[in-house]
């Protein structure tokens, strides 16, 4: 399952479809690596579905192809596919249709948008109005690692509730300095406390200082209560 959509195998989703269908107001910024000639499915349809699918529980692209194709005709409008306009029915879109788009598609982007989604889901009433808390640390995506193939390495920002609100892909050869303020970048972060692990405490990673300096330098985020912990061997200054 792409890396974009891990973010939505973690949310807790009792009406899924529902969820999905918010999502695609998000979804109208991405752009579409498809030409307009020959496009039979919206871009927002296509990945609307597979985030509902992910909601509901699907947890690979089989499971994914099988709950769309499962998918009653008021679900496949809800999320945006058009009726056949001679016949009214809805037609589900082909497993191979969905995996080539995503193949196509700009990762970051969608995990921006997804991100986008769920910090506004967050927020909205029945959600815990107090300070956020989120947490920023790496992970490696499950299923990754083949044959003279490395895994790949993410960078997440999760709520301490679990929800993961925006992730990037580490590149190869690198860590995960170099996409921590990208990650960050992409985030309303105002009144939250962030955390991070020790290797965002590096001198070379931002100016010296006490342990939350270099991080907010490094982020611009101003308004933003910062904590990392410092190994026995980072100098202290304040």
Not at 126 to 147: F, N, Q
Request: aromatic letters at 2%.
């Amino acid at each position: 399952m792409p890396a974009a959509l891990e973010h939505l195998a973690h949310v807790d989703a009792p009406a899924s479809v529902p969820d999905a269908a918010r999502l695609l107001n998000f979804l109208d910024l991405l752009p579409d690596p498809c030409g307009r000639r020959g496009r039979r499915y919206p871009l927002d349809a296509l990945l609307g579905a597979a985030a509902a699918s992910v909601l509901a529980g699907a947890r690979s692209m089989v499971a994914i192809g099988e709950w769309i194709a499962d998918a009653p005709s008021w679900v496949l409008r809800t999320l945006g596919f058009p009726p056949d306009p001679l016949t009214g029915h809805v037609p589900a879109p082909h497993s191979a249709t969905l995996r080539r788009l995503l193949a196509r598609l700009d990762g970051d982007a969608l995990d921006e948008v997804i991100g986008a989604f769920l910090t506004d889901r967050a927020s909205r009433p029945g959600h815990d109005a107090g300070r956020r808390a989120v947490a920023v640390d790496g992970k490696t995506l499950r299923g990754s690692r083949h044959s003279g193939q490395a895994a790949v390495a993410l960078l997440a920002a999760m709520e301490h509730t679990g929800s993961v609100l925006a992730q990037r892909q580490v590149a190869d050869k690198s860590n995960e300095i170099p996409a921590f303020a990208p990650l960050l970048d992409t985030m309303d972060l105002a009144g939250a406390v962030v955390t991070a692990d020790a290797l965002h405490t590096q001198h070379n990673h931002g100016p010296p200082g006490p342990a939350n300096r270099p991080l907010a330098a490094r982020t611009g985020h101003r308004q933003t209560h910062h904590r990392t912990c410092l190994p026995d061997h980072q100098p202290r200054s304040g």
